[in-house]
């Protein structure tokens, strides 16, 4: 198990019994799309935010970005973090069929893979310092090809698809992405290799 310093904000009871045997970190659930209609619950996890940080875990299925973009637009953005799954096709073990888009869910993952994206993230784990890397701008997403072209989108979904990132990510959340996962200078290169 474990330890993680910030809190943990995923949709389902079934994502937070997963999570709850790979890590010891407070876990919050959303119960889906109620927490549009909860003050109170919204309003206990801005505290919790404020005071420990918050990971928000959510599918990468458009339900997930919709719960996502949702709580990143109503929780101060210096209190989050984000942690992506990959977009794995499958199903989870106690469902009979996959879900809509056909991608796994938070529930899921394997604990590497969980373990892997909280990394990325940025959590905090075992007071361990987390590695910094050199931050990639939007000028640099501009100059790659990746935004304000127009095969920029497209350009985009290529590399998503190869970093198996989430498919629905903006721009900008690409670009939050890449900067938890590779340097400018690994960007470039992973650019011309996949790219050109």
């Known amino acids: 198990m474990v330890k993680i310093k910030e809190a943990i904000v995923v949709e389902g009871r079934y994502d937070k019994n997963t999570l709850s045997q790979i890590v010891d970190a407070p876990i919050f659930q959303t119960d889906g799309f109620s927490v549009m209609n909860d003050k109170s619950q919204l309003e206990l996890l801005r505290k919790v935010a404020k005071v420990r940080g918050l990971i928000v875990f959510t599918d990468s299925d458009g339900a997930g970005f919709v719960i996502r973009n949702y709580l990143k637009g109503t929780i101060a953005g210096n209190y989050l973090k984000h942690a992506y799954i990959p977009d794995i096709y499958g199903k989870e073990r106690r469902k ?6 056909g991608k796994l869910g938070v529930e899921g993952m394997s604990p590497e893979v969980i373990l892997d994206c909280l990394r990325r993230a940025g959590a905090t784990m075992d007071d361990c310092a987390q590695p910094s890397f050199s931050q990639i701008t939007k000028q ?5 090809g990746l935004s304000g072209g127009a095969d920029s989108s497209a350009k985009r979904k290529q590399l998503l698809y190869h970093l198996q990132l989430p498919e629905h990510m903006s721009a900008n959340a690409m670009l939050q992405a890449l900067n938890l996962l590779y340097t400018k200078e690994e960007l470039t290169a992973l650019v011309k290799e996949i790219l050109e």
């Open 96 to 101: 009979s069929a996959p879900g809509k888009e």
């Open 140 to 144: 640099d997403m501009m100059e790659l």
